[in-house]
Structure formats: structure tokens, C-alpha cells
């Protein structure tokens, strides 16, 4: 059912002619979604949690919607947008896809975008949380969420709770930059004054030097911004530079306590608050449905990369139901504007105007419960859009 092909290495670099105008192929009985994500390297959680979820959604719901097969081709890019781009012409050209959908980060969903409008396919882009990335197509939807969305909800949480120095930590690109200029905005608009603010090599990087800036500016919080899959790494650094010792307390949007990662933190964490659109202890009946399945299946819980790809393969789905199969893609973007549903992150739309999800985000603080590590939600900020595009 779930067909999978790495993409390799290997793979010759000559760029493939003629992807403009080269709609895919209708065929009568299946449609084809082409899935480009990070399985190996620095963002490879990401990517498995991702098809995962996808495994599980089609598991439960089936593999055929409006009375066709859907096939899933599945390429590794590994975070590098070249691959991505190579990967998608590929799937564009030659296996015909109805659909692209992954994208692990940021630059590999800007590298696809053109190919979407000139093959005038949808994006479904169930990761990379830059705020521009929609503007880049009108074929580019997106379920994941924004930077945006969570970065200015916890800088006005913070200055609101007796937290008046910062220094900040972030990863140096595109959404490490989203991350920190809108929790910067609310943060310091609410009195509060950053004291300390270093970036980080995105692929690989160590963060015990910038760490021990941290701890020398003896702030009263670190504002972290890393993406999914570093947050293991930052949270061992910090515990061993001492900087939970002197009290200095994290904070950040919810990357850095991704729950695909955060039973394996150790102690350090607890205390840690974040704000994000999903929990693993998210208290739905759904949620706990999706979770308790998804252990089942993997053995590990799911985190919030697992349900932004469980919502974008039913977006997927709805989008075909509401065509009643047409794989049009400018009639399958139309169908995905508006689309509301209940998710296990709670209820979610997608922004008729704008191609972005509408969501809750929740302030939550890392508890032990029965023995493990959840971020356990105490705040709701329901609806929220992408500020990143309000505030314009």
C-alpha cells in the first residue's frame, strides 16, 4: 500500500528540462503523491514521523478516496534543497505525480515551489513553518503551522510572567530568523530587554560555546529556536554547561521539546515552557485515539511533525473527495481553501486567503506524568493565524 523509494545520492545532478507545462498524467485509477522529506541526516525524525503518520492515516481511513488508488512515492532530500528540487522534477516529469507534500524544512519548500506553478500541482507542505512560504505559489498549502504563530504568543507569555531578561538561541535560517524577530517584537513591545542573542549553524551544530555565552549573560530565560530533532542535543549541552544549576529556565516555541524526543531529555527539561500547536498529552479523545495507534504501530509516541503529516494526507483526501476525484490541480487547491476538520492537535482550517493553517496554540510546561515527560498544555490561544501576514 505504502510505496517507498529513496531517493539516493547517486542520483545525477543534471538539472531535468521541461517541467513548465507538463501537467501530470491523469490516469483513471490511481493518484499519485509524490512525498519528498529528510530521511536521513539532521532532520531524519522528521521525515519518519511524517510517513509515518501517513502510513497510519491510510491504515485506518484506506487507500482509496472518489474511487481512486492513492499511491504514495516516497524520496529522501535529506534537508538539501537541491535534492529536493532534482527529487521533485522527478516526480513531476517522470512518475506524474497529482501531488508534492513533505518538505522538512524551509529551503526545500521554497526549491519546489516553482516547480508546483509551472506544473500546477498542489504543495502540501507539512513541515517547514516559514512564514513566506505561502507566497511563494498559489499552489502551496501548508498543515504544519508558523513560526509566527507560536514565537509571538510566548514572548508576550513571558514578559507577563515576571521574565524581564532573555538571551536567545536560535538556528541561522530562514525560520530561526521568523522565530526570533516576532518573539524580539512582542517581547520587548511588553518592556522586556534581550540581553544575549547568538545563532546557530543549522546542519550539525554544537552548542556548548554559545551555551556558555548564555550562562555569562545571566539572563533570567533562553528564548531557543532549533528544529525538530535538535532539541535532544541542545537540552544535553544545556544540562551539562550547568545552566539549569543557575536557574536559568528555557523557553522557545515547542521545537526544542518535540515530543518524538523529549522522554530521552532527562530532568533538565522539566520546568521548560514553550508555546505550539500540539501535545502528545493533548487531553482530546482524538488525540489520545491518534497516540495510543500510532505507539502501537511504531512504538513511540507521535510528535507534532507526526500529526501535521496525519492532517496533510487528509487534506489530501478531502480535497480528492470534494473534486470527486478531478485531479485538477488548480480544482484541488480550491477545494483545500476553507476546509475546517477536528484534528488531534484540536480543530484547524486552512485560511481561504492566505493557503495557511489556522490553529490553536497552547502554552505548555514539561511535567512528569506516570514517570514520563510531557509537555502538559495550561494556556489556549484558539484560531490563531499566521502573523507573520496579519501583522503585514
Given at each position: 500500500?505504502?510505496?517507498?523509494?529513496?531517493?539516493?545520492?547517486?542520483?545525477?545532478?543534471?538539472?531535468?528540462?521541461?517541467?513548465?507545462?507538463?501537467?501530470?498524467?491523469?490516469?483513471?485509477?490511481?493518484?499519485?503523491?509524490?512525498?519528498?522529506?529528510?530521511?536521513?541526516?539532521?532532520?531524519?525524525?522528521?521525515?519518519?514521523?511524517?510517513?509515518?503518520?501517513?502510513?497510519?492515516?491510510?491504515?485506518?481511513?484506506?487507500?482509496?478516496?472518489?474511487?481512486?488508488?492513492?499511491?504514495?512515492?516516497?524520496?529522501?532530500?535529506?534537508?538539501?534543497p537541491?535534492?529536493?528540487?532534482?527529487?521533485?522534477q522527478?516526480?513531476?516529469?517522470?512518475?506524474?505525480?497529482?501531488?508534492?507534500?513533505?518538505?522538512?524544512?524551509?529551503?526545500?519548500?521554497?526549491?519546489?515551489?516553482?516547480?508546483?506553478?509551472?506544473?500546477?500541482?498542489?504543495?502540501?507542505v507539512?513541515?517547514?513553518?516559514?512564514?513566506?512560504?505561502?507566497?511563494?505559489?498559489p499552489?502551496?498549502?501548508?498543515?504544519?503551522?508558523?513560526?509566527?504563530?507560536?514565537?509571538?504568543?510566548?514572548?508576550?507569555?513571558?514578559?507577563?510572567?515576571?521574565?524581564?531578561?532573555?538571551?536567545?538561541?536560535?538556528?541561522?535560517?530562514?525560520?530561526?530568523?521568523?522565530?526570533?524577530?516576532?518573539f524580539?517584537?512582542?517581547?520587548?513591545?511588553g518592556?522586556?530587554e534581550?540581553?544575549?542573542?547568538?545563532?546557530?549553524?543549522?546542519?550539525?551544530?554544537?552548542?556548548?560555546?554559545?551555551?556558555?555565552?548564555?550562562?555569562?549573560?545571566?539572563?533570567?530565560?533562553?528564548?531557543?529556536?532549533?528544529?525538530?530533532?535538535?532539541?535532544?542535543?541542545?537540552?544535553?549541552?544545556?544540562?551539562?554547561?550547568g545552566?539549569?544549576?543557575?536557574?536559568?529556565?528555557?523557553?522557545?516555541?515547542?521545537?526544542?521539546?518535540?515530543?518524538?524526543?523529549?522522554?530521552?531529555?532527562?530532568?533538565a527539561?522539566?520546568?521548560?515552557?514553550t508555546?505550539?500547536?500540539?501535545?502528545?498529552?493533548?487531553?482530546?479523545?482524538?488525540?489520545?485515539?491518534?497516540?495510543?495507534?500510532?505507539?502501537?504501530?511504531?512504538?513511540?509516541?507521535?510528535?507534532?511533525?507526526?500529526?501535521?503529516?496525519?492532517?496533510?494526507?487528509?487534506?489530501?483526501?478531502?480535497?480528492?473527495?470534494?473534486?470527486?476525484?478531478?485531479?485538477?490541480?488548480?480544482?484541488?487547491?480550491?477545494?483545500?481553501?476553507?476546509?475546517?476538520?477536528?484534528?488531534?492537535?484540536?480543530?484547524?482550517?486552512?485560511?481561504?486567503?492566505?493557503?495557511?493553517?489556522?490553529?490553536?496554540?497552547?502554552?505548555?510546561?514539561?511535567?512528569?506524568?506516570?514517570?514520563?515527560?510531557?509537555?502538559?498544555?495550561?494556556?489556549?490561544?484558539?484560531?490563531?493565524?499566521?502573523?507573520?501576514?496579519?501583522?503585514?
Amino acid at each position: 500500500m505504502f510505496e517507498r523509494r529513496v531517493f539516493s545520492r547517486t542520483v545525477a545532478a543534471a538539472a531535468i528540462a521541461g517541467v513548465a507545462g507538463l501537467a501530470p498524467a491523469k490516469a483513471e485509477d490511481s493518484v499519485k503523491v509524490g512525498l519528498i522529506l529528510p530521511m536521513t541526516g539532521g532532520q531524519a525524525s522528521t521525515g519518519k514521523q511524517i510517513e509515518n503518520a501517513i502510513k497510519l492515516y491510510m491504515q485506518q481511513k484506506g487507500d482509496t478516496v472518489a474511487g481512486k488508488k492513492i499511491e504514495i512515492i516516497l524520496k529522501d532530500d535529506a534537508a538539501i534543497p537541491d535534492k529536493t528540487k532534482t527529487a521533485a522534477q522527478e516526480l513531476i516529469v517522470n512518475d506524474k505525480v497529482n501531488f508534492i507534500a513533505g518538505f522538512g524544512v524551509t529551503p526545500a519548500a521554497l526549491a519546489a515551489a516553482p516547480l508546483a506553478t509551472q506544473a500546477k500541482i498542489p504543495e502540501v507542505v507539512m513541515a517547514a513553518g516559514t512564514s513566506i512560504i505561502t507566497e511563494r505559489s498559489p499552489y502551496i498549502v501548508r498543515t504544519s503551522f508558523t513560526l509566527a504563530q507560536s514565537s509571538t504568543i510566548i514572548g508576550d507569555w513571558a514578559v507577563k510572567n515576571g521574565i524581564k531578561k532573555v538571551a536567545t538561541l536560535t538556528s541561522d535560517y530562514a525560520p530561526g530568523n521568523d522565530a526570533l524577530n516576532f518573539f524580539k517584537q512582542n517581547f520587548t513591545a511588553g518592556g522586556g530587554e534581550v540581553v544575549e542573542e547568538v545563532k546557530t549553524p543549522l546542519q550539525n551544530p554544537d552548542f556548548a560555546p554559545f551555551l556558555q555565552r548564555m550562562k555569562d549573560a545571566k539572563p533570567d530565560a533562553i528564548f531557543v529556536f532549533v528544529p525538530a530533532g535538535q532539541g535532544g542535543n541542545f537540552m544535553k549541552q544545556y544540562a551539562e554547561r550547568g545552566l539549569d544549576k543557575a536557574g536559568i529556565k528555557v523557553i522557545g516555541p515547542g521545537d526544542v521539546t518535540d515530543d518524538d524526543l523529549l522522554n530521552n531529555m532527562g530532568d533538565a527539561v522539566l520546568g521548560t515552557v514553550t508555546a505550539h500547536l500540539y501535545s502528545a498529552a493533548h487531553p482530546s479523545q482524538m488525540n489520545k485515539d491518534f497516540v495510543a495507534a500510532y505507539k502501537k504501530a511504531f512504538g513511540n509516541r507521535p510528535g507534532f511533525m507526526a500529526v501535521s503529516g496525519y492532517d496533510g494526507i487528509h487534506l489530501i483526501y478531502e480535497a480528492l473527495k470534494k473534486t470527486n476525484g478531478d485531479t485538477d490541480g488548480t480544482k484541488l487547491v480550491e477545494a483545500m481553501k476553507g476546509q475546517k476538520w477536528e484534528s488531534p492537535r484540536g480543530p484547524i482550517s486552512i485560511d481561504p486567503e492566505t493557503r495557511d493553517i489556522v490553529q490553536n496554540i497552547y502554552i505548555r510546561k514539561v511535567e512528569k506524568v506516570d514517570g514520563e515527560l510531557y509537555n502538559v498544555e495550561f494556556a489556549t490561544f484558539e484560531a490563531v493565524k499566521d502573523l507573520g501576514k496579519t501583522k503585514k
